[in-house]
């Protein structure tokens, strides 16, 4: 289907069926509940986790797919963003023109950054990266202010010029929508104890993320992505071959750098407020952590990377020591003070020390992070599996079958 081998067309419909499903999904615990506060199917913590997925996407062609490890993919995002916002200061606040425009934006400086980063590799070529996203990030504080609006950042005002928009009425807020369906229009069902929530802007970043998706299977299994690999696995043998590999890794590094702007546009379309924060050094470093958590040059595993640490960011950070005290409070004295003092350090402000445990368990554990330890998982329950069908013998019926 669609060009796809059995394999990558079950995997997309199994994303997709988890995309489209995911207010059921994510919302486990009733409302109430005192473990209602792990649920995660709340809009902006839900468009957050497709539209990171997509920016983890692109990073792993770059990282996980040709070895290239950018430090400063950051500023993608952030020129995305600021080409989103002006499309919608100046024309509409339909998205679509807004994510076309943080997409081409975000190509044409890529070229830019990577045909100048990638005349180095290895350390040197993550340093230019990281200088580049610097540079933008402090551009945007201070000589580029009148664009990008320094520390206060951008967002649509009532007065803007929209060329294509019909003047809005005193009072009335400029909101990002799509062809009338606003993006924050959302509608509820409620089952029992539990509370659904579907908003209109989290099924569009779904969408687009499917998309994205598509298009990175068809980029692994296509001749361009077997000729990255072999960059990755050994650049000067592909050179000594007489192909020349620049183009190549010029071509994922735009691609990726597409994919980091269609992130930055869909941020903007699901929240009309830009600011240069986005191009911060930690912003590039958290992409990296998505993609190695989820697994490295794998095609689900950016995306489960990026969702795992966009959930710790916002649930565990809202976990105080208030309900800890909730949790414990069976214990004895003495056991709940030293219970709750152990909790409280891996949660609320202090949940990146969790990140940072998690973070050293995968790298030491499991180098192909999530994926890894599914396929690990899969072969143990396929061994149970065929042991209680009789199909696999155990260690004592083949030592007596080799005497």
Known sequence: MLGLNKKDTNLLIIVAIMTMLAPFLLNPFPEGSALAQFNAGYPDLMQRFVIFGIFAMGFNLLFGLTGYLSFGHAAFLGVGSYAAIWMMKLLTMNVIPAIIM?????GLFAVVVGFISLRRSGIYF?????????MSYALAYSVLTPITGGETGLQPKPNDPRLLDPALADGVTPRAGLFGLEMSSSTELS??????TFNAGYYVAAV????????SI??????????????KSNQQRVNYTGLNSKPYTLAVFVISG???????GLLVAMDTQVGPERMFWTASGEVVIMTILGGAGTLIGPVLGAGLLKYMENILSKINKGVIEGWFAWA???LDSVLIYTVNMFVGKQWHITTGVIFMLVIIFLPGGLVELGKRGARVFRRRDRKGLGLEPDAAKQRNAAE
């Open 208 to 215: 687009v993320m499917l998309i994205a998706f598509y298009l």
């Open 332 to 334: 004895p004295d003495g």
């Open 218 to 231: 068809r980029i692994f299994r296509s001749p361009f992505g077997m000729m990255l690999r072999a960059i």
């Open 102 to 106: 943080s997409i081409v934006i975000a």
């Open 191 to 196: 089952i029992g104890g539990w509370v659904f």
């Open 126 to 134: 993550s340093i230019l990266t990281l200088a580049f996203a610097q």
């Open 258 to 264: 597409m994919y980091a702007g269609l992130a930055g």
